[in-house]
Antibody, heavy 121, light 106 residues
Framework: EVQLVESGGGLVQPGGSLRLSCAAS????????MHWVRQTPGKGLEWVSG????????GYVDSVKGRFTIFRDNAKNSLYLQMNSLRPEDTALYYC??????????????WGQGTLVTVSS | SFELTQPSSVSVSPGQTARISCSGD??????ARWFQQKPGQAPVLVIY???ERPSGIPQRFSGSSSGTTVTLTISGAQVEDEADYYC?????????FGGGTKVTVL
């Protein structure tokens, strides 16, 4: 059974940093691209970042470029999102999602339950 | 960057057909996916590659594509189909969701 479990969310002050983690199991992690998607409470989904199976390719939504970094450790079956210079508008529930291919294309049928990030003073 | 545009809401009576559109120039070159999200739950993939339905998704869900618009159709909508629906597409290692459509079945 595919499982994605996010962790690392919490309350942080504006300008601070957080590192989100996603522990994957139930599939061959190093064969698939992975994504981070966020959702502000009561609002829509926003694709944040994606990374290819071998970390060669990655992409970011414009609003986080230069502040967030996606990376993965295939030996640990884990995906990460390093978030620096956090802003109140980064407050959201952050989901980890598995792609159906090895390239950065699209979240597929497997998502975690999310980890909540709150940026506030 | 590119954008996908959806109507904010669609209402349908039980047993009737609901159609949700998603428009964007990227859709002439790239496939779209549709996700269903119910309150407090993670999104569920209901359509991929514009028209393909994952296993376990009811046949009443179908997708179509024409030019810059893709459409999700719920034929014979059920009360349990009431949810938010999002289209998604990607190009050059970047993805985008549409703004979402709230489907009300009553």
């Amino acid at each position: 059974e595919v499982q994605l479990v996010e962790s690392g969310g919490g309350l942080v002050q504006p300008g601070g940093s957080l590192r989100l983690s996603c522990a994957a199991s139930g599939f061959t992690f190093n064969e698939y691209a992975m994504h981070w998607v966020r959702q502000t409470p009561g609002k829509g989904l926003e694709w944040v970042s994606g990374i290819s199976w071998n970390s060669v390719a990655s992409g970011y939504v414009d609003s986080v470029k230069g502040r967030f970094t996606i990376f993965r450790d295939n030996a640990k079956n884990s995906l990460y999102l390093q978030m620096n210079s956090l802003r109140p508008e980064d407050t959201a529930l952050y989901y980890c999602a598995k792609d159906s291919t090895s390239a950065v294309e699209a979240p597929a049928g497997y998502w975690g339950q999310g980890t909540l990030v709150t940026v506030s003073s | 960057s590119f954008e996908l545009t959806q109507p904010s809401s669609v209402s349908v009576s039980p047993g009737q057909t609901a159609r949700i559109s998603c428009s964007g120039d990227i859709l002439t070159k790239k496939y779209a996916r549709w996700f269903q999200q119910k309150p407090g739950q993670a999104p569920v993939l209901v359509i991929y590659k514009d028209t393909e339905r994952p296993s376990g998704i009811p046949q009443r869900f179908s997708g179509s594509s024409s030019g810059t618009t893709v459409t999700l159709t719920i034929s014979g909508a059920q009360v349990e189909d009431e949810a938010d629906y999002y289209c998604y597409s990607a190009a050059d290692n970047n993805g985008v969701f549409g703004g979402g459509t709230k489907v009300t079945v009553l």
